[in-house]
C-alpha cells in the first residue's frame, strides 16, 4: 500500500509540474480591468443622454456592499430590483463603456442612475406600467451568460437595449455566475438552480393579459438556462404559448445532441429559434475540447449534414456572423458587439417580424444561411480552457491571476506571463492580448 501511495503522490506531482507551465502561458498576471461596485447612482449631471430602464429578476444572493447590489452565491428565493443606465452621447455602437475610475461620469460612461430593489408586488407593478407603454405591449427577456458579475450583466444589457432600439420592456434575468474563471462549474449548476425560477417568470408573462409578446435573448451558457426553463414549461404545460414568438440563441455553449432532445421535447409548435452561427469563435472551439469533443451549437457548420437538414426540420433560421469582424478577438461577442447585428435585432423585433421568415443580408457582411436554420455565436463570457476547465474574459483576468499565482508563485502587479511561441499557440490569451 505505501508503495502505491507513493506512485500515486508521485504521477500526481508530475501531473501537477506539467499543469503549472501550461497555466503560465496563459496567464496575464496584473492585467486590470474596470472598476467594479459601479452600481451606486450618480447625479445626473448630463439630463440629454439616453437612458435604459430595466427590471432586473435574479437568483443572487444580495450584497452588503451598494454598489454591487447582488453577489455571486445563491439566495433562496428570487429578488427583483429596476435599474436605470445613463448611456454617454459619444460612444462606438457595440461597447459598453465602463468607467476608468468612481464615481461613473455620464458624461463619457455608463452610469447608474437608479437602483431600487422590488418585493414581488413591485416589480409586477413595474412590469404593468412598462408594458402598457410598449406600442406592442411586449417584453424582452435576456438572459447572460459565464463568468459575469451582477454589474457586467446589467450594463450589457443596456448596451443592446439602447443599442437595438428595441420599444419592448426589457426585463434583466441574472443568475448566481461568481465571475470568476475558475468557477465555470459552479455557474453551470447556478443555472440549473435557476431553472425553476425562470419557468416562474415565463409561466406569469404568459398568463398575463397585459403582455401581448415574449422574446427571449440568451447568451452563451445563458442558453442552457433559457432551454431547459422553457423545455420545463412546454412539458408542464403540454406546449409553449403562441405570445412566445421569437428565442434568439447568442453563442450557445450547448452540446448539439442535447439541443436536438430539447427541441423534441419542446413539441410543435414552438417560438421561432434563431441561432447566430460563428464558425471562427475560438471561445466554443475550447469548449467543445472540454465536453468531450461534441460540437457546440453556437459553431457549427449551419450548411453541413446532419445540421442542415435538422434545423431546417425543426424550422430554426440561421444567421451566419462568420465574417463579422469586432474587437474581441475571440470571436465570442458578435451579437452585442457588431452595431449592424444588435440593429437587426432591434429592427425586426420593433416591426413585430421573426428574425427567421426569410434571409438576412446586411450587404456582403451578414452571410444568411441557405435553409431555415442556425446556430449562434456572442457572448461577453470567455475562452473555455481545458485543464483547468475555466473561461476566459478580458474583464476577470485580474481573478485568473490571482487564482494561478497562488500555485505558480508568481507576484502580480503589472507583469506579463510570455507566451514564448505564439505562433504556434495562436489563440492562447496571452497571444491575443499582444495583437
Known amino acids: 500500500m505505501g508503495d502505491d501511495l507513493r506512485l500515486f503522490d508521485s504521477l500526481t506531482a508530475g501531473r501537477i509540474r506539467r499543469l503549472l507551465p501550461c497555466l503560465a502561458l ?36 444580495r450584497s452588503n456592499l451598494p454598489g454591487e447590489m447582488f453577489t455571486g452565491e445563491r439566495a ?44 414581488l408586488d413591485g416589480a409586477k ?78 409561466q406569469y408573462l404568459a398568463k398575463d393579459g397585459d403582455v401581448k409578446e415574449v422574446n427571449v435573448l440568451a447568451h452563451s451558457m445563458g442558453n442552457w438556462l433559457a432551454l431547459e426553463a422553457l423545455r420545463q414549461m412546454a412539458i408542464r404545460n403540454d406546449g409553449l404559448p403562441a405570445k412566445f414568438r421569437n428565442v434568439m440563441l447568442a453563442a450557445p455553449d450547448v452540446d448539439v445532441d442535447v439541443f436536438r432532445s430539447q427541441i423534441e421535447d419542446m413539441g410543435d409548435p414552438h417560438p421561432q429559434f434563431t ?30 449534414a446532419p445540421y442542415k437538414a435538422e434545423l431546417a426540420d425543426y424550422k430554426i433560421s440561421v444567421i ?55 446556430a449562434a455565436a456572442g457572448s461577453a463570457a470567455g475562452l473555455v480552457l481545458t485543464a483547468p476547465v475555466a473561461v476566459f474574459d478580458a474583464d476577470t483576468r485580474g481573478n485568473y491571476a490571482n487564482h494561478v499565482g497562488g500555485l505558480t508563485g508568481q507576484v502580480s502587479g503589472g507583469q506579463k506571463v510570455a507566451v514564448k511561441n505564439c505562433a504556434a499557440m495562436p489563440t492562447a490569451p496571452a497571444c491575443l492580448t499582444q495583437r
Open 275 to 304: 441561432l447566430f452561427v460563428s464558425r471562427d469563435d475560438k471561445a466554443l472551439a475550447f469548449s467543445r475540447r472540454v465536453w468531450g469533443n461534441i460540437p457546440r451549437l453556437g459553431s457549427i457548420d449551419p450548411e453541413t
Open 125 to 202: 407593478g413595474w412590469l404593468k406600467a412598462s408594458v402598457k407603454r410598449r406600442p406592442d405591449h411586449s417584453v424582452l427577456v435576456f438572459i447572460h451568460g459565464f463568468n459575469n458579475r451582477f454589474e457586467d450583466s446589467v450594463y450589457r444589457f443596456a448596451q443592446i437595449v439602447h443599442d437595438s432600439s428595441i420599444h419592448s420592456a426589457p426585463v434583466l434575468v441574472t443568475w448566481p455566475s461568481r465571475g470568476s474563471l475558475l468557477a465555470y462549474g459552479y455557474d453551470r449548476e447556478s443555472t440549473n438552480y435557476t431553472r425553476n425560477a425562470l419557468e416562474t417568470l415565463f
Open 26 to 61: 496563459i496567464v496575464l498576471v496584473g492585467c486590470g480591468g474596470h472598476p467594479k461596485d459601479v452600481l451606486t447612482p450618480v447625479a445626473d449631471t448630463v439630463p440629454n443622454t439616453s437612458r435604459v430602464e430595466m427590471l432586473v429578476a435574479t437568483t443572487r444572493a
Open 320 to 374: 451566419d456572423l462568420t465574417k463579422i469582424k469586432v474587437s474581441d478577438d475571440l470571436n465570442h461577442s458578435k451579437f452585442a458587439e457588431s452595431p449592424e447585428v444588435v440593429q437587426l435585432i432591434g429592427a425586426r423585433l420593433s416591426e413585430g417580424q421573426t428574425l427567421t421568415d426569410s434571409r438576412v443580408g446586411l450587404g456582403d457582411t451578414i452571410l444568411a444561411g441557405t435553409t431555415d436554420a442556425a
Open 76 to 119: 433562496r428565493t428570487p429578488s427583483f430590483a429596476e435599474i436605470t443606465v445613463s448611456l454617454p452621447n459619444v460612444r462606438k455602437e457595440g461597447d459598453v463603456a465602463w468607467p476608468k475610475k468612481l464615481p461613473s461620469n455620464p458624461k463619457t460612461d455608463f452610469a447608474t442612475l437608479k437602483a431600487q430593489d422590488f418585493d
